[in-house]
């Protein structure tokens, strides 16, 4: 019964699986290893603690996420208003500002002595021991910052959805008596469901993961708990474990959703492309508009930009010079490449999950998307290993070739780590193609290669483009399978910024951290230019 | 040239060959600029060239451990006594046999069979704020003195996640014990001024700003604040505080170690000891003294003004920094137990 999965759209993605999901068995397998003594540790002492704090602190993201997100993205997709065109695509700069580099803005700007509150204290004459601003390391804080820098997830997924939406059912939604807030959250917002849950499964797994900023905020969650085992205890092993037990949260989730939406189909039977009108808003609803799309885009990015060149260019301008293009250009090209790769795989899984309807291939997807739960570093080690493992049979048989601090091991480290980013936004594109159109296709004998290549391709433009986006902006941040794993002498922006952010160096670092975001912003502008062309009513503009 | 050739280019230009050159390997979690430019002088001195890959101590711990036999390091530099503990504890580290190391490092500095050494000492020192603590109610406060409700809303220190903290805590459990410690730990945390956050700068801040009467903080971030190089607020700030060397009527002040081991496979032992003996001269000594503010191994040099000015002839907890490792992770869940962030 196995011989239907067996041939090439099968036996070639469950061969890259079978490599590619080692790390994260690698760190699941810990479960099966024995359990020490630092489990009743922790239980009495501290996972109480681990575990409210992670659960606050999603929830609250994945609320505001969803709040920004969506209503920015239907904003920008329905309505003209005042600065639409530029405001459409800066709500995806935060994407290029990583979650530490926001926390430190945060704690640069409102600790008590911080800069915002020295300059109220200035402006109004006051007192020393006046404070303006309440203290941002705590959990709404972190729950603000790891918001406006992972929403743009949502808005990209949800305008990519928004965009592709039958116009139509919209329309007939309002000539049966639906108010344009009614047709919002009545039909427009649970028609694209899948893909908003796709964003916000990204920005759940990148929360529950990230240790920069909850660290930074000296906030008790799983994952800082995790460090603190491996760190503190000498215990790696425990460390895994932990880092199992977000895997499983992470399988729940994921199965959850696949279990709520197994019946139903959110591709359009009609997947009619007009022209589209755009609601042109004026006075103070264009204001409101704007406002709404603009906070995001300022928290996000312009205030920590503002914090990021002051801090720069009061402390440190030595910093553009030979090592700085070179470090750059590492970080630029390592992204390109494991960008494509990492897209290219997803399409390829995803077709042939789609054609053949291989379950284990689905299985083993899912399976290495839910990698992105484990912290980065844990992932990494996870990488490491495999990598080794690999060296010594090449040193056994004599061949002279190491993975490990080499850029090969480098880029797999990479791909393994955002294959969910690719994953999900290939997955969510294929969602709005009709199925009825491969079986067209195939009773006009197109199937297999060119299939995907002449039908497929053209019609996932936009996710193929968003995907590039998103693995780009990842990799150009990634910092722990970047450091443990990296060859000698080599360094990234990230780990520029990393050497000095360690330490709270942060007038050293803000330089290197501008250069991420700006590095970062070349690929975004470039790839939503595309994706805006790419919208398929938009040609005829 | 076709697409084959060039991928084939490119494939080999990706892989990271063995190359057998006059080099050493050096894995650290040091990552001051400065010392970027102590290995380009040793190279510019022997023509060995320094290799480094830097990341944090445990990460590198696990790199070495998973490469084992295969691994291309020659050293590994940590900042803190206990990482060092922890890998020669895995057996994988050898011994270092160099005259050098003898007569420069002290014993206790130095790991069992001289399989690691210490580079540069800093200590974790008191700062007071002159203007609410008196010179005479500091006169020989130790840190088991700072348990006192006395100090109940006064004291600033970072969180227990800190190597820093948790190297001083193991010295106390080391020298008092669980029980003591953790009853000390209780009542210490009750006395803390604010939750615990911000790095050991961000503690000494807090006593200029007046959040605080006393921090702990290690011994050179009040160079690195006075030399300027933080700018002018740091400068200011720094100096509105004194430096007091805690336990002098006792065991001394708390000493903690960055430093150098001898990885057991290294490929280019000769060069590695070396480098190890270089790190240890006087040259290398006053740069790192005047860049980092850490203290001496060499007796020859002196540490920088900017630290100097507060005392040089203090007396040193001799508790041998190795404990550090081994009561590390007992430490952690102490402070755990005690409810210190």
């Known amino acids: ?541 | 040239m076709n697409i084959k050739s060039i991928s084939i280019a490119l494939i080999f230009s990706f892989i990271s060959s063995m190359v057998f050159a006059n080099e050493v390997n050096v894995y650290t979690s040091r990552h001051y600029d400065s010392d970027a430019e102590l290995y380009s002088s040793f190279t510019a001195d022997t023509g060995i060239k320094v290799n480094i890959i830097s990341g944090k101590g445990k990460a590198l711990m696990e790199r070495l451990n998973s490469e084992g036999a295969n691994s291309p390091a020659d050293i590994f530099i940590t900042v803190d006594a206990g990482n060092l503990w922890k890998v020669q504890k895995d057996g994988m580290f050898q011994s270092i046999s160099s005259n050098v190391v003898d007569s420069v490092v002290p014993a206790n500095l130095r790991g069992p069979n001289d399989e690691w050494v210490a580079i540069a000492k800093r200590s974790r020192v008191m700062y007071y704020n002159p203007l609410t603590v008196s010179a005479e109610e500091m006169e020989n406060l130790a840190y088991e003195d700072l348990s006192d409700p006395k100090w109940i809303g006064r004291i600033a220190i970072r969180s227990s996640g800190n190597m820093y903290n948790q190297s001083l805590v193991s010295s106390l459990i080391s020298n008092n014990g669980v029980a003591n410690t953790e009853a000390w730990a209780h009542r210490f945390v009750g006395n803390f001024a604010r939750k615990p956050e911000g790095n050991d700068r961000a503690q000494i801040m807090a006593v200029a700003n007046g959040e605080a009467d006393i921090a702990i903080a290690n011994s050179y971030y009040i160079g690195l604040m006075l030399s300027g190089k933080k700018g002018d607020e740091q400068r200011a700030a720094a100096r509105k505080v004194n430096l007091h060397f805690p336990s002098q009527a006792g065991r001394g002040a708390h000493i903690n170690v960055s430093g150098a081991g001898l990885m057991k496979n290294s490929p280019n032992k000769a060069n590695a000891v070396k480098f190890i003996e270089f790190l240890l001269s006087d040259k290398a000594q006053e740069h790192i003294v005047n860049n980092t503010y850490e203290y001496p191994l060499s007796a020859n040099v002196a540490p920088s003004d900017l630290i100097a000015q507060f005392g040089t002839g203090f007396k040193e907890d001799q508790t041998s920094v190795a404990d550090y490792g081994k009561f590390n992770p007992e430490a952690v869940k102490l402070m755990d137990r005690v409810g210190w962030q």
């Open chain 1, 1 to 541: 019964m196995f011989k239907r999965y067996l041939n090439t759209w099968s036996i070639l993605p469950i061969f890259c699986f079978i490599f590619f999901i080692t790390p994260v068995l690698i760190v699941i397998s810990s479960l099966f290893g024995e359990y020490s003594d630092n489990w009743s540790h922790l239980y009495n002492y501290v996972l109480g603690t681990y575990i409210t704090n992670s659960i606050y602190l999603v929830t609250g993201v994945l609320i505001l996420v969803a709040l920004i997100g969506v209503s920015t993205a239907w904003l920008v997709t329905n309505y003209d208003f005042f600065l639409k065109n530029i405001l459409e695509w800066a709500l995806i700069l935060p994407l290029a500002v990583p979650p530490y580099i926001l926390a430190y803005t945060f704690t640069g700007l409102f600790d008590t002595y911080g800069t915002a509150n020295n300059l109220v204290r200035d402006l109004f004459n006051l007192g020393r021991e006046f404070t303006f601003f309440p203290k941002a390391r705590n959990v709404p804080g972190a729950i603000i910052v790891f918001s406006f820098t992972l929403y743009p997830y949502v808005y990209l997924v949800s305008r990519m959805a928004f965009i592709n939406q039958s116009k139509s059912i919209l329309e007939t939604g309002r000539t049966l008596g639906l108010n344009k807030f009614g047709v919002f959250y009545k039909l427009a917002v649970p028609m694209i469901r899948p893909a908003i849950i796709a964003g916000l499964m990204l920005v759940a797994m990148e929360t529950l993961s990230d240790f920069g900023a909850v660290d930074h905020f000296a906030i008790s969650t799983f994952t800082t708990g995790i460090f603190r085992t491996w760190y503190g205890m000498y215990d790696i092993h425990t460390a895994k474990q932990l880092a199992s037990l977000l895997l499983i949260i992470a399988i729940m989730f994921i199965t959850a959703e696949r279990y709520s939406r197994k019946n139903a189909d959110y591709s359009f039977a009609g997947s009619v492309f007009r022209q589209v009108y755009l609601l042109k808003l004026t006075g103070l609803k264009s204001f409101l508009a704007f406002v709404i799309c603009f906070i995001p885009i300022f928290i996000g990015f312009i205030l920590p930009i503002l914090e990021l060149s002051y801090w720069a260019f009061n402390y440190k301008l030595d910093f553009f010079n030979d090592k700085f293009i070179s470090t750059a250009w590492n970080s630029f090209y390592l992204a390109i490449i494991t960008a494509f790769l990492c897209t290219l795989l997803a399409i390829i899984i995803n077709f042939s999950v789609r054609y053949k309807n291989n379950n284990i291939l689905k299985f083993l997807s899912s399976f290495l998307t839910v990698g992105y739960a484990v912290p980065g570093i844990i992932l990494a080690i996870g990488v490491m290993q495999l990598l080794t493992f690999i060296d010594s049979g090449f040193i056994e048989i004599n061949i002279q070739f190491v993975l490990t601090g080499s850029l090969v091991g480098l880029i797999i480290a990479y791909i393994i780590k955002s294959y969910a980013l690719a994953s999900s936004t290939i997955e969510s594109g294929y969602q709005r193609v009709n199925k009825r159109l491969d079986d067209v296709a195939r009773s006009l004998k197109t199937s297999g290669w060119p299939l995907l290549t002449s039908i497929h391709l053209p019609l996932l433009k936009t996710s193929f483009l968003t995907s590039v986006l998103l693995v780009v902006s990842e990799v150009i941040k990634e910092l722990p399978a970047t450091l443990i794993l990296r060859p000698f002498n080599f360094d990234t922006l990230a780990v520029y910024t990393y050497i000095f952010a360690a330490e709270e160096r942060m007038y050293d670092a803000a330089a290197p951290s501008i250069a991420i975001v700006m590095i970062g912003l070349l690929p975004i502008i470039i790839l939503t230019r595309m994706i805006r062309t790419s919208r398929p009513a938009s040609r005829d503009k």
